[in-house]
């Protein structure tokens, strides 16, 4: 995941999984999705993160199966 961009929060913002721990030297992140389809998380954009009570938007740059898990970049 790179860039933070500027956007308005939702109103109500749905939770559609987690983010785990890192792996890789890029940084990839383990996607837990609550989707139906694990994949199907990734047709969700854009994605807002929520650290210390503040919404943050985040742009995925890709994504792949790790461990038969998705990871997000």
């Not at 308005?8 to 721990?21: C, N, Y």
């Not at 383990?30 to 210390?52: L, N």
């Not at 985040?58 to 038969?68: P, T």
């Amino acid at each position: 995941m790179s860039k933070q961009l500027a956007a308005q929060v939702p109103a109500e913002p749905v939770v559609l999984g987690k983010m785990g721990s890192s792996y890789g030297i890029r940084g990839w992140l383990r996607v837990f999705s609550s989707t139906e389809d694990a994949e199907s998380i990734f047709d969700y954009q854009p994605w807002f993160f929520q650290k210390a009570g503040q919404w943050q938007q985040v742009q995925l740059e890709s994504w792949k199966h790790h461990n038969q898990d998705p990871g997000a970049y």
